[in-house]
Nanobody
Framework: QVQLVESGGGLVQPGGSLRLSCAASGLTFSSYSMSWYRQAPGKERDLVAA????????NYADSVKGRFTISRDNAKNTVYLQMNSLKPEDTAVYYCKAANIYRSIYWGQGTQVLVSS
């Protein structure tokens, strides 16, 4: 079955960095666009960043532009989110999502990011 497993979350001080990873299995990874979402307590799950199946195009939420970078390694079936200059408002559970042209959608279980001094 399809599995998306996020890792790399944790506690970091404001201004610090984290790198999230999402390892996929059970699907043809190179056929899926990948994205990262986040959900803070009491709020909706929002798109953070997305990348096309071949990695040629990316897009970002305005709140993270210039600080976060999404990338993927299709040979490793993994998508990454490099997060720099973290702010307390970046605190959330971060989820990765896989989607293809046939509207197959899969979600990971999430990884917690806490930005606090």
């Amino acid at each position: 079955q399809v599995q998306l497993v996020e890792s790399g979350g944790g506690l970091v001080q404001p201004g610090g960095s984290l790198r999230l990873s999402c390892a996929a299995s059970g699907l043809t990874f190179s056929s899926y666009s990948m994205s990262w979402y986040r959900q803070a307590p009491g709020k909706e799950r929002d798109l953070v960043a997305a990348i096309t199946s071949d990695g040629s195009n990316t897009n970002y939420a305005d709140s993270v532009k210039g600080r976060f970078t999404i990338s993927r390694d299709n040979a490793k079936n993994t998508v990454y989110l490099q997060m720099n200059s973290l702010k307390p408002e970046d605190t959330a559970v971060y989820y990765c999502k896989a989607a293809n042209i046939y509207r197959s959608i899969y979600w990971g279980q999430g990884t917690q990011v806490l930005v606090s001094s």
